[in-house]
C-alpha cells in the first residue's frame, strides 16, 4: 500500500481547482514509478490517460486506490476495491462521523467491509499521503517534499499541509507525511509500526487529537522509541468540563497529565506547541541528539547571550564549564577581555576567523554537550560567509550544534545554508535552547526508563480470588466497599495498614480499642459517605473508655444529620498513629484512554489544594517506581528528610507502590482506589485511611487485563520442570531484574554455542543491549528463561525468546542452552512453550534460521515439526500454526 506499483484514483478529474485534478497532478510526479489510473464513470479520460468506469475495469492489480468522491458513494466504493483484491485505500472524501448520525454510519459500514475483507484503510477525512523517496504523493496538496529522514503523522490534514509549506521552505526533507483523518482502521500504532522498521525513517513526530486505541499506540511507540526518537504534540491540555470524581485521585490526574505520563512510559517526546514541534524536526534531521546538558554557547553579542543563558537554565540545563585548555586556546585568540567562560562572547568586531577557532574549541571540549552558535549582523562580516565557515566545521562534528543567525532579510541566504547541511537553525536563542533541552530529556528520559530494576521481596501473584466473589457479591447493590472490604485487599497485597476493625456497637468497640490499645481514631463506616471528614465522621485522639462512649455516639448523630437516608454500618475503630512525619497519597483510577493509572504524591486533607502528584502506569517495577516518585517535590523530603524529619527508606515505598500497582493489575473491576493518607511515622509506612469504588462496567468482560494498556508480568506461564537427569528448574518469562543474570549467562557460553545463537561469538554486551533483551513488550514478544540453583545462587541455563511481527501473524524465534544443559530436554520444552504461546496469540506460524552446521538444532526442530528449507549457508526452519 505504501510502495505500491499500480495506483487508482477513484474520482480523478482534470476540472480546474478540483480535489481529483489536484490528486492526479500529484500521482503523476511518480509516473516513472508506477502506473496511476483514474477511475471515473463520467469521463473518458483524464490528463491524457484512459479513464475507467469502477475498479473492476482496470487491466491490472491495484494495490493503492485513493477515493475522493461525495461520502454517500464511498462503502460502495470501498466494497468494490475490496473484491478486486486491493491491498489499501485512502479516503481523502469527508462528510462522516464528523457532520452527525448519518455520516456515522456510513462511516460503521466502511468498517464493517474493512474488518470482512482485511483491507487496510487511512481515512476517511483524511489529506492523504506522501513517500518522497518513492515517489508517491497520493494528496491534494501543492508541497511536494523533499526526501528526508523525518516522519510526520498528523490527526489534522490543515495542520500537515501548512507542516509541509514549512518544511519545503525551510529545506526540510520527510520520510514520510501521513495525515489519518477518522482513524477508522489505520491509527498511530500501525505507523510507528511501519516507519520503526522504515530504513528511511530516522525519527517520527506526531500532531495528536486523541490516542485513538491507546494500548497498540504503547506497544509501538515503546517497540521502538529507544532506536528512533519520536515526539508528539497533543491538542486539549484542558478539559472543557471535567465528570464529577469519587476520589481524591479521580479529581487529582487529569487527561493530559495522564497522556504526559504515559508518552515518558513509552519514551516518547511531548511538546508544548507547534512550534516545539517544527523547531525539534531539525535538531532530528541534523543526526546528533544531546548526550548531556552541557550548552556551550558562542556568540558576538551579549545580550541574545544572557537570554540564551537564562532559557538554558529556565529549562533545566547546564551551562558548559570549559577546560582550562579551551581557557588557554581561547586566551590566545581574543582580546584579554574576553568572557572567560560559558557563554563565550567572541566580540561585536568577530570576523571568521574567530568564529571558527571559537567553534572548534568549543566543539573539541569535553565538557561540552552541545554547542549554540549566535550571531547578529554587526560591522562587516558577512553572515552567509560566517555560516559557510560554521557549516564546514560542523561536518566533522560528533556533538550537536544548533545557529540562531538573528535578523529577517540579511540572514535568509545564511539559514538556507544551514538548512543545506542538515544543521538546525532558529530565529531566536529561547527556540533553540528549548529544542535542544527537549532532546536531551528524550535521552535522558530513556536512560532513566530502561535503568536495571532491582530485585524486591514482592509476591506476583497473591491469593485473590476470594476477593473476586467479595467484588462480585459486593456490586450487586453498590459500587463503594466497606473499610473491612477494602482491609482484605490491602492485607492480601501485604500493604501495611494500621490496626482496625468494623464495630457494631459501643461494647463491641470498647473491646476493640482494648485489644489494639489507645490512642485509638473512630470513623463512620457508611458506603453512602465517601469523603468523612467532609460531615465530621472522624474523631481523633480517643485516649479511654469515656471518651470512646462519647465519641460513638457523636459519630452516628453527625452522619444522621448528614445524610438521613445513609445506609450506616457501624463505626470503624482504627490504632491512631502518633509522629507522623509525612502523609502522602497513592491512588488509582480509569482513564478513558489509557485505562488504569497510578497515581502518588502529598496526601492528607489539603492533597486537591496542594496538587503535588505524579502519575504512573501499571504495571510498574522498582525504577519505574521510582520515576513516580521522583517528579513529585515531596520526593526531595522524602529522600533527605526535611527539618527535623528523617529520610524515609524509599526501597520499602517503592515496594509498597509496586504491591499497589499488582494490585490494580489484578483486579479491572476496580474503577477508582485511594489510600489516602499514606502516612511515615518513626520509620514505618502504614495505611490510615483507603477506599474503593467499583466499575460496575467491568464486571462481566471476559478479554485480558482489559484496563491496560501495557502488558504485565505473566505469572500464568510460570512453571516448574525437571530436565533428564532431574534437576529442576523454573522455566518463566524474563524480566528487566534479569540483565545481571542474563550477562552472566552469555559470557558462560561457549564459542561454539555463542556463534550458533548470535552467528558470531559474542561474550559481552553493553546495558543498550541487554534492555532490548530483558524489557520487553509481552504482547509483541515472549523470552522464557530457565532458572536453576547452583549451591546459594540462581543461574539462567537457558532462554528461548520469540519476536512477532507488527500485524501478529509470522514470528521469529531463537533458542539457546548453557553447554552444561545441553541434551537434556531443555531447548525443546523451552521451543515448546514458545509454541504454546504462539498459538494463544493466534499466530499463523513461526520461524527460525539457523546455521547450516548446527545440525543438533535443525534435529530438534525437526522432533517438533518444523519444516526445514536450506538458504545458501543457512537453513531456515517453519513451523505453521493454522
Known sequence: ?????????????????????????????????????????????????????????????????????????????????????????????????????????????????????????????????????????????????????????SQS????????NWAVSAGIGFSMFASLGSTLDIDYGDMIDYLGEDPHTRSIIIYMEGVGNAKKFMSAARGFARTKPIIVIKAGKHAAGAKAASSHTGALAGDYAVYDAAFKRAGVVMVDEIGDLFDCATVLDSRFLPQGPKLAIVTNAGGPAVLAADSIITNGGELAQFSDSTIRTMDAALPPYWSHGDPMDILGDADIKRYEQAVRTCIADPNVDGLLVIYTPQGTTQPTLVAEAVAKIAADR???????????????????????NNIPTYATPEEAVKSYMYMYRYRRNLDLLYETPEELPVDFAPPKSHLKVLIRKAAKNRTALTQPEVDRFLDAYNIPRAKGSLTKSVEQAAMVASDIGYPIVMKISSEDILHKTDIGGVITGIDSSQALKDAYKTLLERARKAKPDAKIDGVYVQKMMSNLDY????????????????????????????????????PLNQVLARRVLE?????????????????????????????????????????????????????????LDARIILDKNALDRTETYPHLVIMP????????????????????????????????????????????????????LPHEALVRFC??????????????????????????RLILEPNKKKGEFAVVVSDKYQAKGLGIKLVDMLIEVAKEKGVESIYGIIMGENLKMIRLCEKLGFTTKREHEDVLVELKLR
Request: with cysteine.
Open 775 to 800: 524489557n520487553i513488550d509481552y504482547d509483541r514478544e515472549m523470552a522464557f528463561i530457565a532458572e536453576t540453583r547452583e549451591g546459594d545462587r540462581k543461574v539462567e541455563v537457558g532462554v528461548s
Open 1 to 153: 500500500m505504501l510502495n505500491p506499483r499500480a495506483v487508482a484514483a477513484i474520482g480523478a478529474s482534470d476540472e480546474e481547482g478540483s480535489v481529483g485534478q489536484s490528486l492526479m497532478k500529484n500521482l503523476l510526479l511518480g509516473k516513472d514509478r508506477r502506473k496511476i489510473y483514474p477511475v471515473n464513470n463520467r469521463r473518458s479520460s483524464v490528463m491524457g490517460l484512459k479513464c475507467y468506469a469502477s475498479i473492476a475495469e482496470v487491466p491490472e492489480h491495484i494495490d493503492l486506490a485513493i477515493i475522493a468522491t461525495p461520502a454517500k458513494t464511498v462503502p460502495a466504493l470501498v466494497e468494490d476495491c475490496a473484491k478486486a483484491g486491493v491491498e489499501g485505500v485512502v479516503i481523502i472524501s469527508a462528510g462522516f462521523r464528523e457532520v452527525g448520525p448519518e455520516g456515522a454510519k456510513l462511516e460503521d459500514e466502511i468498517k464493517s467491509i474493512q474488518a470482512k475483507h482485511g483491507i487496510r484503510v487511512l481515512g476517511p477525512n483524511c489529506v492523504g499521503l506522501i513517500r518522497p523517496e518513492v515517489g508517491l504523493n497520493a494528496t491534494f496538496l501543492r508541497d511536494n517534499p523533499q526526501p528526508g529522514q523525518i516522519a510526520f503523522v
Open 398 to 420: 560528533r556533538k550537536p550544534m544548533l545557529t540562531v543567525w538573528m535578523g529577517e532579510k540579511s540572514v535568509l541566504e545564511a539559514r538556507q545554508v544551514f538548512y543545506r
Open 583 to 618: 502523609e502522602l497519597i497513592l491512588g488509582a483510577k480509569k482513564d478513558r484512554d489509557f485505562g488504569s493509572v497510578i497515581l502518588f504524591g502529598m496526601g492528607g486533607i489539603g492533597v486537591e489544594l496542594l496538587h503535588d502528584v505524579s502519575i504512573g502506569l501499571p
Open 631 to 687: 517528579e513529585t517535590k515531596i520526593y526531595q523530603a522524602l529522600s533527605r528528610g526535611l527539618r527535623n524529619k528523617p529520610p524515609i527508606d524509599l526501597r520499602l515505598l517503592e515496594e509498597i507502590m509496586i504491591r499497589f500497582s499488582n494490585l490494580i493489575v489484578d483486579f479491572p473491576e476496580i474503577g477508582e482506589m485511594d489510600i489516602n493518607p499514606l502516612v511515615v511515622s518513626e520509620g514505618r509506612l502504614c495505611v
Open 713 to 764: 508480568y505473566p505469572t500464568k506461564w510460570v512453571t516448574l520442570w525437571r530436565t533428564k537427569d532431574g534437576t529442576e528448574v523454573t522455566l518463566r518469562p524474563i524480566r528487566p531484574e534479569d540483565e545481571p543474570m542474563e550477562l552472566e549467562f552469555i559470557r558462560g557460553l561457549s564459542s561454539e554455542t555463542s556463534r550458533f545463537r548470535f552467528f558470531q561469538i559474542i561474550k559481552d
Open 157 to 164: 490534514g490543515a495542520l500537515g499541509s501548512a507542516m509541509l
